[in-house]
C-alpha cells in the first residue's frame, strides 16, 4: 500500500493562465511556421518544375553551331523597371536556315546588337528543336524544386515533431507532462494491484498516462473511504 500511494505523486503548484498563454501561443507560431514554410514550398516546387518541364528537351540537342542575332524583343517589369530581353535568331544546318529565340528573358540579352553572333545547340534529327542554353535552365528547375522539396520535408517533419511533442505537453495544467503518451507499465502494476485491493478485477488496457493518473487518484479516495 505504500508504494501505491507513492506512484500518486501530488502535482507541483503551476501557473494554470500563464502555461496555457505559453502553449497556446506555441500553437499560433507553429501554424504561422507551417502555412509561410507549405507556401513556398508549393511556390519554388511550382516553378521548379514548370522551368525543368519547360527545358528537359533541350538536354537532347547535342549538335552545336553559330547563330546571327535578328531581332531583339524587350519587357520592363513594373516594380523597378528593370528590363529583360529575349533574342530571335537565324542559323544553318543540314543545309538549310533555322529560325530560334532565347529561352529566358534576361537583362545581359538587351545589351546584344542585331547581327551579333551567338553560339547554340540543337537536335540534329530535327534543327527546328534548337536553344541557347541546353542545361543552365534545366539545372536552375532542378535547383527550384529541390529548395522546395528541402522546404516541404521540413514542414512535414516539424509538425511530426510537434505532434510528438504536444504528446509529451501537460494539457490539463496539472504540473505532471506526458499526458498524451502512453500509460507506463509502473502505472498500470499500481491500478491492477489498487484495483486488487478494492476485491475488484481489472484487465490492462491501453490508456494515456493522464488517463492512468485519473484511474490511480479514483483508486486513491476510494481506498482512502474503504
Partial sequence: MLLFIHMDQTPKPINPTLHTATRSGAKVIRLILTIVGTVNAGFFLLIGLAFAGFSYGSLAYSAETQATVTSITESTTD?????????????????????????????????????????????????????????????????????????????????????????????????????????TEAQLNVIQSGMRDLGEFWVPRKMTQQEARDVIRDITNRLANK
Avoid: W
Wanted: glycine content about 12%.
Fill in 79 to 183: 516594380e523597378d523597371g528593370t528590363r529583360y530581353c529575349t533574342v530571335n535568331y537565324t542559323f544553318s544546318a543540314t543545309g538549310k536556315q533555322y529560325t530560334g529565340h532565347t529561352t529566358v528573358g534576361t537583362t545581359d540579352a538587351c545589351s546584344q546588337q542585331i547581327g551579333s553572333i551567338i553560339g547554340i545547340k540543337y537536335d540534329p534529327k530535327n534543327p527546328t528543336k534548337n536553344s541557347d542554353d541546353n542545361s543552365g535552365t534545366f539545372l536552375f528547375g532542378i535547383t527550384m524544386a529541390g529548395i522546395g522539396a528541402v522546404i516541404a520535408v521540413a514542414v512535414i517533419l516539424g509538425n511530426v515533431l510537434a505532434s510528438m511533442a504536444a504528446k509529451r505537453d501537460d494539457i490539463n495544467n496539472d504540473g505532471l507532462f506526458n499526458d498524451r503518451m502512453p500509460a
